[in-house]
Every structure is written in structure tokens, then in C-alpha cells.
């Protein structure tokens, strides 16, 4: 799932351009006062192998300080002696700035931003054979301090007088601090790091000499800054300072134990001598069970030579920091120790050795959110538990968990989302240091690349020490799209789907993704997906628009938050268990510290943590809520009249005839497009193809439309509660943004699926004469989750869709399972799916009757509609006894005269509809015999109101009027003779 990319190669790189040179000028007289140091020690030459390049230390500009022991460069005869260079990974430029005239084992420097300083820690070790290079670890000895000038003409060495059994770290700090820039009056400022003693901060002036050298014009000032500590950390990149400590918590009694505590040091340029370049962040504490340090033993190292933080082996942190408020402090739970109890000797070997293993186990404190995640491996236990050694780093908005050869965990912890969606990756991933034998030791520290300084610099680039490469780190979509394929659990996919809609942003992967979804399309699993699919897009197309107080208010995820996440294989073995748990005592970041930072430094980092940890609890917006009142709301359709729907404006042109517009929507919707300009594809279409046409449908649906209107009232209700300086109408726009967005991401997921499912313009034209082919089947299955993803979560629909697939359905189902999905309002009957139904099927008696029962379905109006664009008689006949009722009844009476469309008006609101109960067989309408006289007014009146009617007296003539006379007289004989009877009845009664 990783990419490791090498960017930098240390034996190929620094070695090639490598100067031999002296550097700047140095002489080749030894460096006395380092030589008297150790006079009687032993040399070290198993430290460094002959030629190899070993990088100590890296500088906030990305300058790597590498050593390599190899021979003198003016006399060849001497021993071995220790070369000390910088390599500019940007430039690609090595260059040597000090040459030691013996051998010694470098374990960490640090050189100055003149270049005019070199700080290094050398440790001496008893005895040559003490360095084991498999087991990864530094031999006991003792750490010596060094600084050296290195512009000098005669280069000093100056021995600090520090010599400790414990790790010792120096640190240069980088940053316009007094003096920047000046030629004659500059400090130059060092941390010295005594583990488990003292921080020490050295101030050392310094002074031009000629034109381009600088040297010290004085002895170092020296402070203590912090004492006692158990582990610490520079951020290079962002110049802080991390600590972690043990002391009894304010306020509990003396024989309670002592709790860890973190504390940032926050290093800023001042420009006045008696500032502290630095502010002290207010003290975490950590409710995790971290052992304090023990004074009457010596700590293990790891022999990481490029090392961020003391490489104490019992103990792996990691704090963790993002430009947008992110804070994270990462730990490892220590693994089994050895087991010297008698006790458990006593038991049988089985019970015995699953009593010792211990799974593996870490711990993240989101400082951000307030709360911990906590994952438990249980299937790494005992050696492998014991040896293992978590890397954690920052991914994008992901915190990066790596265990070499056994899991990728990327933990969903930005500060933007609340934790979830967490992807767990077990299938041992490929790495490019692992070889044969697994059991090589990987010791992965950071690597800082030069960047801006408003990304973060931690964790997008990682070293190998054993290789001595460096590797920046991209997540691999290829890699996602197969984890999202092999995996078992469902909450793992979701977990993909959601980085590679809010994050990945790969058209390309999504398509792939869905594919897949495409091979089962009746797992329940599927309509998951496509709601998470339209609740991710739709955050993540807002996020460009809207300010974060606004975007809070918005749900990124239709699944429950913070509430932790299991992975399993198929076998039901459990891989991984993550859980949470709420801070006990949170962090205080008082308005005046924050003022006090921000004259000192631009890192906005602690304004946005302050701010993340200061907003108050808001409930974001849950479109299921809307969906919720829209079922309640539809059982009664006069509460749709409440709804406020916009309207558009009139007088925008020519009003369009009915029959025409309902002729053109039935194309559109149901036929492909024809004679199309040949125009640039966008990046939608390039990936997806061409928008089907029924997702460009231009009209709307009164339906979607109140449902729109539903969801901006009740969105502009809940963003009214938090936002209260805003006023109305930018909360209504701001609703009205969010639905128009919610359609569009709609309309994208159905492209999606119709791409996948639909090849070739064939899938366009919905012919409904044909049966439907199995390819159209599974489409209409899809479309059927599509369709119920939509109404779980009340999001718009395009109004083109239901035209479509109605029709989909009516090729793929039998009639009476048609019939069933329109009656469970699945499926609806649209006019444009009737005119289409009307113009695709034949006449005869078997599809009048289909034609009779879908009809019957529509609305009045929309039943008139259809029935004047079917040229058939049994509709004439219908809309004639339509009209003579109209026409006959009394309070209709003066409206004989009217025109054409009050006539039409009156036919669509007056009577019921009984199409379904017309006989097909009721074909011959024309009637004769004598005349009679009531009939013959009635025709009259008719004539006068519609002198165009025409006079058929031929049955089978074509019409060129939906209604004739002759229609007209067999309606006015059976309306009088139904009258004539409930008259007869009625009397009778009396």
C-alpha cells in the first residue's frame, strides 16, 4: 500500500561527489586538544567499516552531516582517520568540512547556519568487539561532547567537558536570532540533551575574521533549561522541543505515584539579549502506563545514527504535529521482558509460553480531539512483540503506523474529522529493506526534505539506517484498489472508499472501486458504500468553498465516529482491535500564551490546535434527519404546500406547448443525443465518458423539488443555531450551496455506475418492445441500490432518473412485478415513460390493456396529457365523455364559451379517472338512428364554443383533435341515460 520512492542513496550520492580535498584550507596538523582526549583509548575501528558513509545528523534545510573513516588525504601511510562532510540533497553537493587525524565513532553531530561550527558526540567503547551490527544496538561506553571551528585557518577542537554512560545529543538551532546577519556581533545557540539528567542551552558569540571566516570571540554562556527527563525530541523542521517526565500531579497526596507528563518547548528568533529564545507550552499528562526511568541502570541504545529523538530501546514516542491544529503524541507499549519468576517454570510448556507472550500493543494521544486511540495486536506476541519497533510518521492527513514485514496502519486522526475510518492493512507488506531473512533489524527514523515551511516537513520521508537510503513515502492506489478487493471486513473498505473520495481524489480509483462493488451487487455491503460515497463527496466539494467554523457543521461520513474498529481475517482471526478513550485532563491554552507565542513566531500550528480545543461541541448536519421528516411529511400531500419552493422567473421566453414539451423531455430522457458538438472532455468524462443523457434532464421534478426545499429548511434551521453572527440570507444561500452540491455529487455516482454497467450508446435508448438482456438486469439492480442509498440518506435524485429507470424496469421485471415497485413508489411512473411506453408498443388488445393500467397510474393531468398524444380511440372516447361531463355539469355552465385551455382545465379537474375500467374491444364508437333533439342542442352549444370540431363519422379515421363529434354524441347519449336512471332511481326511493 506503500510507495517508497528513494530519494536519497548515501553510499552512491555522498561517496560520488565526495571532495578529497582539505576542507576550506585545513591543515593537516592533528587536532591536538581532541588527541590528548583520548590518548589511551582504544581505536575504534570496527565502528565505521572502511569506506562506508554513515549520516549523523540533518538540519532544518535539509543538510545531511554524514562521516566515513577512509585515508589521509596528503599522507597515505598514516592510519585510517574520520572525514566529516555535508551533502545537500537539493543541489546534490557534498562537501568535507572537517578531517579528524584519527579514527572515532561519531554517533550524532550538528552544524551550525554559517557553517562556521561543528558540533559531535563520540562515543569510546571498552573493547573493539562490543559493536554487534545484527543485534542493532551501541555498546556501553561513554559519550563525549566536541565543538569545533571549522573557517578557522588552524581548526580548534574544543572539548566541553561533558562525559556521560548516558546518550548525549547536540542540536544546533536554526532561525534569525540575534545578531542574523550582522558581521560583527551574532550568537550562535546549541542544545546539549544529558538523557535522564539535564536540556542544556549553550549561547556562543561569535565575531568575523577577513572577509569570509567567523570564529568565537568568547567562552559559551550556558542554562539549564530543563532538568531530569526520560525521553526527548527535536522537531528539526518546526523547532520545537519535546520532553517527557515523570512528577505527582498537582493536588494528589505525597504517596501517589508519579504520572508522565510532555512538555514543547517552542524554540522562536527574539531580538532583544534578555529574551528566551524559546515559550514553554503548559504540561500534558498522559494516562498511558509509561514506566518511569530507573537511575541504577544503564539504558540500551539503538545504534540510530540519525535520530530525532534519544534511541533509548525501552522506550519508542513520537509526537506528531500538522500546520491544521493536529497534535499527536504516538507510543509503543513495551513488549515482554524476561520471564524470571520459578513459578511459571513450574507449569506445563504450553500454558507456560502462552502465559509469557504479550501482544503488541500502542497507544495515540489525539491531543486535538481530547481523546486516545488504542490498538491491540494480537497476533504478534512474544520474540516478535519484543523485537518489533513501530515507525510512526504523517501521510497526508493520515498518522502513519509501519511495522517492517507485518501491518501498515493509517489512523484517520487529522484534526479536521473526528477519528474513524481507520485502514488496517495486514497482508505483509513489501518493503525495500527486507530481504531473505526477515529478522534483519530496521531502525526508520525521519528524514526532512527542503520545503516550504506551511507543509509539514515529518513523516512523508523516512530513512533506513541499515541501507543508509532514504525513501519518500506515497500511499500506492494500485495497492489501495487490491486491499479494497482482498479484505474481509466491511468497515475496511468503507475506510478506502473514504480516502480515496476526501483524499485521493483519482477519478481513476474510484471507477475501479466501484467495479468492484459491480462483481456482488446484492451484498448489503453495496448500499453502504454508495451513501458513504455520497456523504464524502459532497463534504469534500464544499471544503473548497467554506470556512472551517461552516465545514464543522457539515458530516464527512454517514458512520459513527469514535467508536473504534476491528480487523479480521476470513478464518475469523483477529489482526487488529482499535478503541477509544477520552483524555482525563486536557490541555489549557490560555488567550495570553497564545498572544505571548505570536509575537515570537508565524507558525500558526497551536492557533488552530487552541482553536480545535476551544470550539465548543457542535452536532454536525445528518441529511438521515431530513429524510426522516420528508416520510412523515409525504403521508399528507397538503403539508407539501408549506414548502417553500422557488420559483423560476417568468417572462425567460416563449411558452413552450404542452404536448411539445412532454415530446421533448421523453427524448431526452429516453433517447440518445444526436448531433452533438465535438467539444474539449472534461476530466469527468475523460475517465467516466460521456454524461448519459438522462443525467442532463433540464427539467425538474415537483417531488425532488419539495423534497430540495425540505432539506434547505431544515439545513438553514440547524447552521441558524451555530452561526449566529451570519445573517438569514447568507445562511439560505449557504443551505441552498449544499443541496445543489448534494445533486451534483448525486448525479456523479450515478455516472460512475452507469459507466461501469452501461457500455456503448445502445444503453442509452431505452427501446421498451425489447426484453431486457442480463447486462441490463444487473444495471438495474445497481441503479435499485443506487436508488435506496439516495432515500436512506433524502439525497436529490437527477429529475431525469426515474424516467429511465422506469423503463430499465419495465424491460428487466414481469408486468406484475412492475406493477408492485410503482405501487411501493420505487419505481415511478413519469409522463415521459408513458409517451415512450405510448410510441414503443403496439396496439393490439394485449399491450392497450399495459398501456390502460400504466396510465391509470398518473395523476389527472398527466392522465389527459398522454391520452391526447395517443392516437387510438379508446382515448378519444375517454377524453370525449371527459368533456361532455365537463360541459353538462351545472356550476361548469358558463364556461361553454370559453377557450380551449379552459376547457382543457376542466377536464383534468372534474370527475375520476377510470381508464383502467375502458374495455379495448370498444372500438366501433359510431352510432345511428333517428334523431334526437336534446342531442342535437347539445352539439350546437358545442359548435358554438369549438367551430373547429371536426365532423368523422367513419370510424378508423384519424383525428387531427384528440375529440370529434361523433365521440362527443355517443358521451352526451350515455351521460344523459346514466342521469335518466339515478333520476328514475331516485324517485322511486321517494
Known amino acids: 500500500m506503500l510507495d517508497f520512492a528513494c530519494y536519497l542513496d548515501v553510499h552512491s550520492s555522498i561517496v560520488k561527489n565526495k571532495s578529497q580535498q582539505s576542507p576550506r584550507g585545513q591543515s593537516t596538523k592533528s587536532a591536538s586538544s581532541l588527541q590528548q582526549t583520548q590518548a589511551g583509548g582504544d581505536v575504534q575501528e570496527q565502528a565505521n567499516a572502511t569506506g562506508k558513509v554513515v549520516v549523523v545528523g540533518q538540519e532544518k534545510d535539509g543538510t545531511v552531516i554524514w562521516t566515513k573513516d577512509d585515508i589521509h588525504p596528503y599522507e597515505k601511510d598514516k592510519p585510517l582517520v574520520t572525514y566529516v562532510g555535508t551533502y545537500s540533497p537539493s543541489t546534490q553537493a557534498s562537501e568535507v568540512v572537517f578531517i579528524?587525524?584519527?579514527?572515532?565513532?561519531?554517533?550524532?553531530?550538528?552544524?551550525?547556519?554559517?557553517?562556521?561550527?561543528?558540533?559531535?558526540?563520540?562515543?569510546?567503547?571498552?573493547?573493539?568487539?562490543?559493536?554487534?551490527?545484527?543485534?542493532?544496538?551501541?555498546?556501553?561506553?561513554?559519550?563525549?561532547?566536541?565543538?569545533?571551528?571549522?573557517?578557522?585557518?588552524?581548526?580548534?577542537?574544543?572539548?566541553?567537558?561533558?562525559?556521560?554512560k548516558s546518550y548525549v545529543k547536540v542540536q544546533f538551532l536554526y532561525g534569525q536570532y540575534k545578531g542574523f546577519?550582522?558581521?560583527?556581533?551574532?550568537?550562535?545557540?546549541?542544545?546539549?540533551?544529558?538523557?535522564?539528567?539535564?536540556?542544556?542551552?549553550?549561547?556562543?558569540?561569535?565575531?568575523?575574521?577577513?572577509?569570509?571566516?567567523?570564529?568565537?570571540?568568547?567562552?559559551?554562556?550556558?542554562?539549564?533549561?530543563?532538568?531530569?527527563?526520560?525521553?526527548?525530541?527535536?522537531?528539526?523542521?518546526?523547532?520545537?522541543?519535546?520532553?517527557?517526565?515523570?512528577?505527582?500531579?498537582?493536588?494528589?497526596?505525597?504517596?501517589?505515584?508519579?504520572?508522565?507528563?510532555?512538555?514543547?518547548?517552542?524554540?522562536?528568533?527574539?531580538?532583544?539579549?534578555?529574551?528566551?529564545?524559546?515559550?514553554?507550552?503548559?504540561?500534558?499528562?498522559?494516562?498511558?502506563?509509561i514506566p518511569p526511568p530507573s537511575s541504577k541502570s544503564n539504558s540500551s541504545y539503538l545504534d540510530i545514527r540519525l535520530c530525532n529523538s534519544i534511541p533509548d530501546s525501552s522506550l519508542n514516542m513520537m509526537v506528531l504535529t500538522?500546520?491544521?491544529?493536529?497534535?499527536?503524541?504516538?507510543?509503543?507499549?513495551?513488549?515482554?521482558?524476561?520471564?524470571?519468576?520459578?513459578?511459571?517454570?513450574?507449569?506445563?510448556?504450553?500454558?507456560?509460553?502462552?502465559?509469557?507472550?504479550?501482544?503488541?500493543?500502542?497507544?495515540?494521544?489525539?491531543?486535538?480531539?481530547?481523546?486516545?486511540?488504542?490498538?491491540?495486536?494480537?497476533?504478534?506476541?512474544?520474540?516478535?512483540?519484543?523485537?518489533?519497533?513501530?515507525?510512526?510518521?504523517?501521510?497526508?492527513?493520515?498518522?502513519?503506523?509501519?511495522?517492517?514485514?507485518?501491518?501498515?496502519h493509517l489512523l484517520n486522526v487529522s484534526a479536521e474529522f473526528e477519528p474513524c475510518h481507520h485502514i488496517l492493512w495486514h497482508d505483509t507488506p513489501s518493503h525495500p529493506t527486507i530481504g531473505p531473512d526477515e529478522s534483519d533489524v530496521h531502525h526508520l527514523s525521519h528524514f526532512i526534505k527542503d520545503r516550504p515551511a506551511t507543509v509539514s516537513g515529518t513523516g512523508t520521508y523516512m530513512y533506513?539506517?541499515?541501507?543508509?537510503?532514504?525513501?519518500?513515502?506515497?500511499?500506492?492506489?494500485a495497492c489501495l484498489v487490491d486491499l479494497f478487493?482482498?479484505?474481509?471486513?466491511?468497515?475496511?473498505?468503507?475506510?478506502?472508499?473514504?480516502?480515496?473520495?476526501?483524499?485521493?481524489?483519482?477519478?481513476?480509483?474510484?471507477?475501479?472501486?466501484?467495479?468492484?462493488?459491480?462483481?456482488?451487487?446484492?451484498?448489503?455491503?453495496?448500499?453502504?458504500?454508495?451513501?458513504?460515497?455520497?456523504?464524502?463527496s459532497t463534504y469534500y466539494a464544499l471544503k473548497k468553498q467554506l470556512n472551517r467554523d461552516q465545514m464543522k457543521l457539515f458530516t464527512f461520513t454517514a458512520c459513527d465516529t469514535g467508536r473504534g474498529q476491528l480487523e479480521k481475517t476470513r478464518s475469523g482471526v483477529k489482526l487488529a482491535q482499535i478503541t477509544c478513550s477520552p483524555m482525563k485532563q486536557k490541555l489549557d491554552l490560555s488567550s495570553q500564551w497564545l498572544r505571548e507565542k505570536s509575537r515570537q513566531t508565524m507558525d500558526d500550528m497551536w492557533t488552530n490546535l487552541h482553536y480545535h480545543m476551544s470550539s465548543a461541541h457542535v452536532t454536525r448536519f445528518d441529511s438521515r434527519n431530513v429524510q426522516k421528516a420528508w416520510t412523515e411529511l409525504s403521508k399528507d400531500p397538503d403539508n407539501l404546500k408549506l414548502l417553500h419552493v422557488p420559483v423560476p422567473a417568468a417572462g425567460s421566453g416563449r411558452k413552450e406547448s404542452v404536448l411539445r414539451r412532454l415530446s421533448r423531455r421523453a427524448k431526452s430522457a429516453l433517447s440518445p443525443k444526436t448531433g452533438r458538438k465535438t467539444t474539449t472532455l472534461s476530466r469527468t468524462d475523460a475517465v467516466l465518458g460521456s454524461t448519459p443523457p438522462f443525467l442532463e434532464?433540464?427539467?425538474?421534478?415537483?417531488?425532488?423539488?419539495?423534497?430540495?426545499?425540505?432539506?434547505?429548511?431544515?439545513?438553514?434551521?440547524?447552521?441558524?443555531?451555530?452561526?449566529?453572527?451570519?445573517?438569514?440570507?447568507?445562511?439560505?444561500?449557504?443551505?441552498?450551496?449544499?443541496?445543489?452540491?448534494?445533486?451534483?455529487q448525486s448525479k456523479q455516482l450515478c455516472h460512475l455506475l452507469w459507466s461501469v454497467m452501461a457500455h456503448g450508446t445502445?444503453?442509452?435508448?431505452?427501446?421498451?418492445?425489447?426484453?431486457?438482456?442480463?447486462?441490463?438486469?444487473?444495471?438495474?439492480?445497481?441503479?435499485?441500490?443506487?436508488?435506496?442509498?439516495?432515500?436512506?440518506?433524502?439525497?436529490?435524485?437527477?429529475?431525469?432518473?426515474h424516467s429511465y429507470f422506469t423503463a430499465l424496469g419495465f424491460r428487466c421485471l414481469d408486468f406484475r412485478l412492475f406493477?408492485?415497485?410503482?405501487?411501493?413508489?420505487?419505481?415511478?411512473?413519469?409522463?415521459?415513460?408513458?409517451?415512450?411506453?405510448?410510441?414503443?408498443?403496439?396496439?393490439?388488445?394485449?399491450?392497450?390493456?399495459?398501456?390502460?393500467?400504466?396510465?391509470?397510474?398518473?395523476?389527472?393531468?398527466?392522465?389527459?396529457?398522454?391520452?391526447?398524444?395517443?392516437?387510438?380511440?379508446?382515448?378519444?372516447?375517454?377524453?370525449?365523455?371527459?368533456?361532455?361531463?365537463?360541459?353538462?355539469?351545472?356550476?361548469?355552465?358558463?364556461?361553454?364559451?370559453?377557450?380551449?385551455?379552459?376547457?382543457?382545465?376542466?377536464?383534468?379537474?372534474?370527475?375520476?379517472?377510470?381508464?383502467?375500467?375502458?374495455?379495448?374491444?370498444?372500438?366501433?364508437?359510431?352510432?345511428?338512428?333517428?334523431?334526437?333533439?336534446?342531442?342535437?342542442?347539445?352539439?350546437?352549444?358545442?359548435?358554438?364554443?369549438?367551430?373547429?370540431?371536426?365532423?368523422?363519422?367513419?370510424?378508423?379515421?384519424?383525428?387531427?383533435?384528440?375529440?370529434?363529434?361523433?365521440?362527443?354524441?355517443?358521451?352526451?347519449?350515455?351521460?344523459?341515460?346514466?342521469?335518466?336512471?339515478?333520476?328514475?332511481?331516485?324517485?322511486?326511493?321517494?
Not at 431505452?766 to 447486462?775: A, E, N, P, W
Open 819 to 990: 406493477q408492485q415497485y410503482v405501487d411501493a413508489g420505487v419505481l415511478q411512473i413519469t409522463t415521459e415513460f408513458v409517451l415512450q411506453l405510448i410510441e414503443d408498443l403496439p396496439d393490439d388488445p394485449e399491450h392497450c390493456n399495459i398501456k390502460y393500467q400504466v396510465i391509470s397510474k398518473l395523476s389527472k393531468e398527466e392522465a389527459v396529457l398522454c391520452c391526447q398524444s395517443w392516437d387510438h380511440p379508446i382515448s378519444a372516447k375517454w377524453l370525449s365523455e371527459r368533456y361532455v361531463a365537463s360541459c353538462l355539469t351545472e356550476e361548469h355552465t358558463t364556461h361553454r364559451h370559453g377557450n380551449k385551455e379552459e376547457r382543457f382545465s376542466l377536464l383534468t379537474t372534474s370527475g375520476s379517472l377510470s381508464i383502467g375500467s375502458v374495455d379495448s374491444s370498444m372500438v366501433d364508437v359510431h352510432t345511428s338512428g333517428p334523431p334526437f333533439p336534446p342531442l342535437a342542442t347539445f352539439m350546437a352549444l358545442v359548435k358554438e364554443g369549438d367551430p373547429h370540431l371536426p365532423e368523422i363519422g367513419a370510424h378508423g379515421s384519424r383525428r387531427a383533435y384528440p375529440m370529434n363529434s361523433t365521440f362527443l354524441r355517443e358521451a352526451a347519449m350515455s351521460y344523459s341515460s346514466i342521469d335518466r336512471s339515478s333520476r328514475e332511481a331516485s324517485s322511486r326511493v321517494h
Open 697 to 744: 434532464h433540464a427539467d425538474t421534478n415537483l417531488m425532488e423539488e419539495h423534497k430540495n426545499a425540505l432539506t434547505t429548511e431544515k439545513l438553514s434551521q440547524h447552521l441558524s443555531v451555530y452561526l449566529t453572527k451570519d445573517p438569514k440570507g447568507k445562511i439560505h444561500n449557504l443551505a441552498t450551496e449544499y443541496v445543489a452540491c448534494q445533486l451534483q
Open 464 to 477: 533506513d539506517s541499515s541501507l543508509g537510503r532514504a525513501y519518500k513515502l506515497s500511499i500506492d492506489n
Open 100 to 164: 579528524h587525524d584519527k579514527l572515532v565513532t561519531i554517533v550524532g553531530a550538528s552544524i551550525n547556519q554559517e557553517r562556521t561550527l561543528l558540533a559531535f558526540t563520540v562515543l569510546h567503547v571498552e573493547s573493539t568487539r562490543a559493536w554487534d551490527q545484527k543485534n542493532g544496538r551501541q555498546p556501553k561506553g561513554n559519550y563525549q561532547v566536541f565543538l569545533a571551528e571549522v573557517q578557522r585557518q588552524d581548526p580548534s577542537v574544543y572539548n566541553l567537558q561533558i562525559e556521560r
Open 485 to 536: 478487493a482482498e479484505c474481509y471486513m466491511p468497515s475496511t473498505r468503507l475506510a478506502v472508499l473514504h480516502y480515496a473520495v476526501i483524499h485521493a481524489k483519482d477519478l481513476a480509483v474510484l471507477k475501479k472501486l466501484i467495479s468492484f462493488l459491480c462483481n456482488d451487487i446484492t451484498s448489503p455491503e453495496v448500499q453502504k458504500l454508495m451513501v458513504e460515497f455520497l456523504v464524502a
Open 322 to 408: 500538522h500546520p491544521n491544529g493536529t497534535y499527536c503524541v504516538c507510543y509503543q507499549h513495551p513488549g515482554p521482558g524476561p520471564r524470571k519468576s520459578t513459578a511459571n517454570k513450574k507449569k506445563p510448556r504450553k500454558e507456560r509460553s502462552s502465559s509469557a507472550d504479550t501482544a503488541l500493543k500502542y497507544s495515540v494521544c489525539m491531543l486535538h480531539h481530547g481523546s486516545y486511540l488504542h490498538c491491540h495486536l494480537p497476533n504478534i506476541t512474544g520474540e516478535a512483540a519484543q523485537k518489533a519497533r513501530l515507525f510512526f510518521g504523517v501521510i497526508y492527513d493520515y498518522l502513519l503506523v509501519y511495522l517492517p514485514g507485518h501491518f501498515i
Open 181 to 289: 546577519g550582522s558581521a560583527f556581533d551574532k550568537d550562535s545557540h546549541m542544545l546539549v540533551f544529558l538523557h535522564k539528567e539535564a536540556v542544556g542551552l549553550y549561547h556562543i558569540p561569535l565575531a568575523r575574521m577577513g572577509d569570509k571566516g567567523v570564529i568565537m570571540r568568547g567562552q559559551p554562556k550556558t542554562e539549564i533549561i530543563f532538568h531530569k527527563f526520560s525521553w526527548c525530541q527535536w522537531d528539526t523542521h518546526h523547532q520545537r522541543l519535546h520532553l517527557l517526565y515523570h512528577r505527582k500531579p498537582i493536588g494528589e497526596s505525597g504517596e501517589a505515584p508519579a504520572r508522565p507528563f510532555v512538555k514543547c518547548f517552542q524554540f522562536n528568533p527574539v531580538g532583544t539579549s534578555h529574551d528566551k529564545p524559546f515559550h514553554v507550552l503548559p504540561d500534558v499528562r498522559m494516562d498511558l502506563p
Open 762 to 801: 445502445e444503453a442509452t435508448h431505452i427501446r421498451l418492445s425489447v426484453k431486457g438482456s442480463l447486462q441490463d438486469e444487473d444495471l438495474f439492480q445497481l441503479l435499485e441500490r443506487y436508488y435506496f442509498a439516495t432515500q436512506e440518506i433524502g439525497y436529490p435524485i437527477s429529475p431525469g432518473f
